[in-house]
């Protein structure tokens, strides 16, 4: 693994290898520094807390530093073009972080780039997330492989790298997604290629209430995200029976948990009573970002190996 842009760039042994890596720094914290020396590079078109907070403290943790570029300095790609924008960074810096408007100018830089470029969300895709959602699935069941899991809402950058995930790992994804909000066609078919391969199943489903029943994991996402802001008034009306609420909820397995990659709208996708009960693990999947991102970093910046 060079970079990390999609899910897609992983398989079922490195996961797997990842999440181990990730239980072991979890468990034991990182008492030595095996990336001191190292500066990261965060290059944010847009806002973030979880993400931008998660690595620059992961990076800190492990003994190295974080460089913070954001949409000031970036000015929205205009200033200058990925390719020589990582060609730059890459004489400075040991690895790249970017989150992006558009997913192709990630991979762009990836081209350009001789250190990891790593995806911390783009239009497509948000690799770092589903990774750390998954961990999180496996640290509450003690497995994916054949666990049920609904997502229900937008069909965009997280549904897809949780698509892409949850296939590589044997999960039975179901996603209810309004018409016009589905899922990328590409990602709905190379997803539903490897779970046969693992075992598991994505698909997709008439309704919220088809996806939830009898799931042991339930996933929502903000209706609007970033970047769509206009589109904010139609997409409240599109989605608004796709709000998980204790009714919807209910139709779920009774143990089961909700889950959102935060930040959450409440009263729109999610109510108060979902957010707040006893079934919600939403910081405990955002604590989990900081704990699979060191293991990212231990094996793109080429220490994995060293503290096995
Ligand atoms: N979930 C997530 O990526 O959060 P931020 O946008 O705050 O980084
Ligand atoms: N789908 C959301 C996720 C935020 C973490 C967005 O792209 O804004």
């Known amino acids: 693994m060079k970079h990390l ?35 990261l ?19 800190a943790q492990l003994g190295g530093q974080s460089i ?22 890459s004489r400075y810096l040991d690895g790249i972080v970017a989150r992006t408007y558009s997913h192709d100018h990630i991979v762009e ?7 990891p470029v790593i ?4 239009d497509e ?3 770092c997330q589903a990774l750390a959602d998954l961990f999180t699935v496996h640290e509450r069941f003690g497995k994916l ?45 190379w997803a539903g290629a490897q779970a046969k391969r693992n075992a598991g199943t994505v698909e997709l489903c008439a309704s919220p209430d088809k996806a939830v029943k009898g799931a042991w994991v339930v996933y929502t996402d903000v209706w609007t995200s970033m970047g769509q802001e206009k589109e904010a008034a139609k997409r409240e009306k599109v989605f608004r029976p796709y709000q998980v609420n204790s009714r919807l909820f209910r139709q779920a397995d009774p143990q089961a948990v909700f ?29 989990n970002r900081l704990h699979v991102q060191k293991a990212i970093l231990l094996e793109l910046l080429g220490k994995g190996r060293s503290i096995r």
């Open 5 to 39: 842009l999609t899910v897609r760039d992983l398989n079922a042994e490195t996961i797997r290898r990842l999440f181990e890596l990730t239980a072991r720094l979890k468990r034991t914290g990182q008492a030595s520094r095996p990336l001191a020396g190292k500066t």
């Open 41 to 59: 590079g965060l290059l944010f078109q847009k806002p973030s807390l979880r993400t931008r907070v998660s690595f620059e403290v992961g990076m």
């Open 68 to 89: 913070y570029i954001g949409p000031v300095e970036l000015q929205g790609g205009q200033r200058e073009g990925a390719k020589d924008l990582a060609n730059v960074l």
């Open 109 to 115: 830089m990836a081209a350009a780039s001789s250190v």
């Open 119 to 122: 995806n911390g969300l783009s």
């Open 125 to 127: 895709s948000h690799p």
């Open 145 to 189: 492989k054949g666990v049920p899991v609904a997502y229900v809402g937008d069909g965009n950058n997280v549904c897809h790298s949780l698509m892409e995930a949850s296939a590589l790992t044997g999960v039975h994804l179901r996603i209810a997604a309004p018409r016009g909000y589905t899922p990328a066609a590409q990602v709905l078919r």
């Open 259 to 287: 889950m959102h990659c935060l930040p959450a709208h409440r009263g729109q996708e999610v109510t108060d009573q979902v957010m707040d009960s006893t079934r919600s693990i939403v910081y405990d999947q955002a604590e």
